[in-house]
């Protein structure tokens, strides 16, 4: 299963984007999503999981109550609201069956989306 993300671009500080991660080759059902971001001279850093099945969602602290991660059989998506200048970075979704220790480790991933751009400014 290929993932195709999508949905970047340039938003203002306060505004909203809706980030899509598709799936080809077969459906998402069987996996665990993941996004996780690279801002500009940082590391790649993980922002929020859906759980296949139950859907249980994760987010961390600094995206908390400003995004929203769902998904269907063939797409994910990442609705972000109240965007910061500090949200901008390349947003990347990734596949696989983490356990929940390891959902913020990119090494359990078994494969990941091309990255879209989000650039938050005025």
């Known amino acids: 299963v290929q993932l195709q993300a999508s949905g970047g671009g340039l938003a203002e500080p306060g505004g909203a984007l809706r980030l899509s991660c598709a799936a080809s080759?077969?459906?998402?059902?069987?996996?665990?999503i993941s996004w996780f971001r690279q801002a500009p001279g940082k590391e790649r850093e993980w922002v929020s999981t859906i759980r296949r099945g139950a859907k249980v969602t994760y987010y961390t602290d600094s995206v908390k109550g400003r995004f929203t991660i769902s998904r269907d059989s063939h797409t994910a998506y990442l609705q972000m609201n109240s965007l910061k200048p500090e949200d901008t970075a390349i947003y990347y979704c990734?596949?696989?069956?983490?356990?929940?220790?390891?959902?913020?480790?990119?090494?359990?991933?078994?494969?990941w989306g091309q990255g879209t751009q989000v650039t938050v400014s005025s």
């Open positions: 080759g077969g459906t998402l059902d069987s996996y665990t």
């Open positions: 990734a596949r696989g069956r983490p356990a929940l220790g390891s959902i913020t480790d990119e090494q359990v991933y078994y494969s």
